[in-house]
């Protein structure tokens, strides 16, 4: 496809996510995302057959944007897992800040106008969410393998109330126009119900994460201390 094809369909594309986090789905015409995309009333057509397909690949483009957000954050193996989960969810927490909470999450906006209208819709955002949560389930693994949190917690059961309660966060934050809502969702989320075992706690008391325990291990195993001692940082 030549470049000005491509770059063309891209800015409707921007334009679309901008507008219908702005106005919704059903408020938004064609000829409002033209405007906002600043192309020819042709060009539409040229490139999505319908406004339903067109507002399908605004949504994919949006949770690729997420994916790749989560790759960074989720991806970052230096971190400890419930870091690189805590970091994610903070950053998206200034972004929705700068914002004044007016936009909120696209996928969870198209949730509530179109689940029970297009049958489409439905199944593609049912579709992110469940890769959300796995991504979610994926790190919060690794937590548990790492002795952060306990062991005979379901994962995916918890990542799936991560993942709920933090779009009612950011639904009650769009409400509020206040980041309230999703500041309390972190604290309680990192503060009481992702809490280490007892053990890990002791651990931590101490200066040393579990975490960190399992990677000076795994970089120097010959020198690890003897079972029952800690490590001191230097």
Same mark, same amino acid.
Request: hydrophobic residues 35%; proline residues 5%; glycine residues 8%.
């Given at each position: 496809?030549?470049?000005c094809k491509?770059s063309?369909r891209?800015?409707?594309?921007e334009?679309g996510q901008?507008?219908?986090l702005e106005k919704g789905?059903?408020?938004?015409?064609?000829?409002?995302?033209?405007?906002a995309a600043?192309?020819?009333?042709?060009?539409?057509?040229y490139?999505?057959?319908s406004?339903?397909?067109f507002?399908l690949?605004?949504?994919d483009?949006?949770?690729e944007?997420i994916? *790749?957000?989560f /790759?960074? &954050? !989720? %991806?970052?193996l230096s971190?400890?897992? $419930?870091e690189?989960?805590?970091?994610?969810f903070e950053?998206v927490?200034v972004r929705l800040?700068?914002?004044?909470?007016?936009?909120?999450?696209?996928?969870?906006?198209l949730?509530?106008?179109l689940?029970?209208?297009?049958?489409?819709?439905?199944?593609?955002l049912?579709g992110i969410?469940?890769?959300?949560?796995?991504r979610y389930?994926?790190c919060?693994?690794l937590?548990?393998?790492a002795g952060?949190i306990?062991?005979?917690?379901?994962?995916r *059961?918890l990542? /799936?109330? &991560? !993942? %709920?309660?933090?779009?009612g966060?950011i $639904?009650?934050?769009k409400?509020a126009?206040?980041i309230?809502?999703?500041?309390?969702?972190?604290?309680?989320?990192?503060?009481?119900?992702l809490?280490p075992?007892a053990?890990?706690?002791?651990?931590?008391a101490?200066g040393q994460?579990v975490w960190?325990r399992?990677?000076?291990?795994?970089r120097?195993s010959?020198s690890?201390p003897?079972f029952?001692?800690?490590r001191?940082?230097?």
């Open positions: 496809m030549p470049m491509k063309t891209m800015i409707l594309l334009a901008r507008v219908f789905y059903n408020h938004s015409g064609i000829e409002t995302i033209l405007q600043g192309v020819p009333k042709g060009s539409f057509y490139y999505f057959g406004k339903e397909e507002g690949e605004v949504l483009r949006f949770a944007e994916g *790749a957000n /790759e960074r &954050c !989720l %991806g970052d971190v400890p897992p $419930l690189r989960l805590r970091r994610y950053e927490c800040e700068s914002q004044q909470c007016r936009n909120g999450c696209l996928v969870g906006n949730s509530q106008e689940a029970d209208q297009s049958e489409a819709f439905r199944s593609r049912e969410f469940e890769n959300w949560r796995d389930a994926e919060l693994k937590a548990q393998e952060d306990p062991p005979e917690l379901d994962a *059961a990542a /799936e109330f &991560c !993942l %709920g309660s933090w779009q966060a $639904l009650r934050a409400a126009r206040s309230t809502p999703i500041r309390t969702f972190i604290n309680i989320l990192f503060g009481y119900v809490r075992p053990k890990a706690v002791m651990m931590q101490s994460t960190e399992h990677q000076a291990v795994d120097d010959s690890a003897p029952g001692t800690e001191t940082q230097s």
